[in-house]
């Protein structure tokens, strides 16, 4: 039972460099959602998405694109990465969006140098 | 914006002592969530609060929601070191649409 797997865990790039973090769930939860973690600032949203093609801006979405396509995938790309993009970034789904149990991936930890 | 604070940010005891972590903001909430999260994991959910004054028990775990809605409270009675971990608050809003989440406390419990 995969539920939700994000990819990769780890990654490493350059100032400026394109990156998208992926994330798949095997639920067929309508809900999906993109949060950062910084020390301080607790988990912040930057994406969600209530259905497939349906996407909106959370709290802190400058510098991130989503697509939600396919019910089960929900890609995050920072389209030119910065150095404050350094940071966890977890997916996250929910049967029945904010307010029902919210399921989360295992994280992605991104450096950006 | 939403403001969640939780305090303490930090907390280390001993197996067998009582705890309370505290969430509170200035804002009501329509329903207030608890996580807890392991390192190199992502937050798993323990619990929901929807009625102001209510308290829900999961095991050694009591969770309580404010009357006004604006605050809870997590107490764990005889800590274990397997409660070791981060615990956050995530408050719903009114609108049902943001789930804002407080910055956490960081629990260890030492044998």
């Known amino acids: 039972d995969a539920g939700i797997t994000q990819s990769p865990r780890y990654k490493i790039t350059e100032t400026g460099r394109q990156v998208t973090l992926m994330c798949h769930q095997t639920?067929?939860?309508?809900?999906m959602f993109w949060y950062r973690q910084d020390l301080g600032h607790g988990l912040r949203l930057i994406y969600y998405?209530?259905?497939?093609?349906?996407?909106d801006k959370g709290e802190v979405p400058d510098g991130y694109v989503v697509s939600r396509s396919k019910t089960e995938n929900f890609p995050l790309t920072l389209e030119s990465a910065t150095r404050s993009q350094t940071s966890v970034y977890f997916c996250?789904?929910?049967?029945?969006?904010?307010?029902?149990?919210?399921?989360f991936g295992e994280g992605s930890w991104l450096t950006v140098v | 914006t939403q403001l969640l604070e939780q305090s303490p940010q930090f907390l280390s005891i001993q197996e067998g002592e009582n705890l309370t972590v505290y969430c509170n903001s200035s804002s009501v909430f329509s329903s207030l969530q608890w996580y807890r999260q392991e390192p190199g994991e992502g937050p798993v959910l323990l619990v929901t609060?929807?009625?102001?004054?209510e308290v829900k028990k999961l095991k050694r775990l009591t969770f309580q929601f404010g009357d006004a809605r604006k605050d809870s409270s997590l107490h764990i009675t005889a800590a274990q070191p397997g409660d070791t971990g981060l615990y956050l608050c995530a408050g719903i809003n009114n609108a049902g649409n943001m789930l804002t989440f407080g910055g956490g406390t960081r629990l260890m419990v030492k044998p």
């Open positions: 996250a789904s929910s049967g029945q969006g904010i307010g029902s149990p919210i399921y």
């Open positions: 609060v929807v009625t102001g004054g």
């Open positions: 998405s209530a259905a497939a093609d349906i996407t």
């Open positions: 639920w067929s939860h309508s809900y």
